[in-house]
């Protein structure tokens, strides 16, 4: 068993400057279609299965969930804060603790979904309506010490969704063989 890949089953992100129009609008599209491919994934799974882990020592799948609705809510705001502010520092927080909260470890999801879908919706809303310069207009994260455009953060965002996407489907897989909580 690698690790890794069971870390990474998509790989790690990676950014190239030379994004194409086509390559931004198919970002876009993933943020538009991400809470309804979580609905249909999440939709029958049982309590047993929300609690199956992606990995040994990873997080549940509800935790994958609890988790993405705590990550996306953030990453709507950090771009809202680069296109008001000129280059604003965003505030990291650490999402293994977030993941460990009693929210994160609720067997409900439906909250998570919910929060999910409306922020989606707005976040794509948002996305089709940035010109060619609010683009290019950054914010600066402490924790990585480097400024990001938001089209690197939509690149990353992109790569979060069918990364935590592809978790939920190898729990699913590997029928609780990684453990549960």
């Not at 990676?14 to 939709?43: G, L, Y």
């Not at 280059?87 to 999402?95: K, N, Q, S, T, W």
């Not at 996305?127 to 924790?143: A, I, V």
């Amino acid at each position: 068993m690698n690790l890794e890949a069971l870390k990474f089953p998509i790989g790690k992100f990676q950014f190239d400057p030379d994004v194409t129009r086509q390559q931004v609008q198919d970002w876009i599209a993933t943020i538009q279609s991400f809470s309804q491919e979580i609905e249909n994934i999440t939709q029958s799974l049982t309590t047993e299965q929300l609690n199956w882990r992606y990995r040994p020592e990873g997080w549940s799948i509800k935790q994958v969930i609890h988790h993405l609705a705590d990550s996306h809510m953030n990453a709507l705001i950090r771009i809202k804060l680069a296109l008001t502010e000129d280059a604003p520092v965003i505030r990291p927080y650490e999402e293994s603790l977030w993941a460990e909260l009693c929210d994160g470890l609720n067997n409900d999801i439906s909250a998570s979904l919910k929060i999910i879908n409306g922020v989606h919706e707005k976040w794509a809303y948002v996305l089709k309506n940035l010109s060619d310069q609010q683009w290019n207009k950054m914010y600066f994260h402490p924790q990585h010490q480097r400024l990001f455009s938001v089209k690197e953060g939509l690149g990353i965002y992109d790569w979060h969704c069918k990364h935590h996407l592809a978790h939920i489907k190898q729990a699913l897989d590997n029928n609780g063989n990684f453990g549960s909580l």
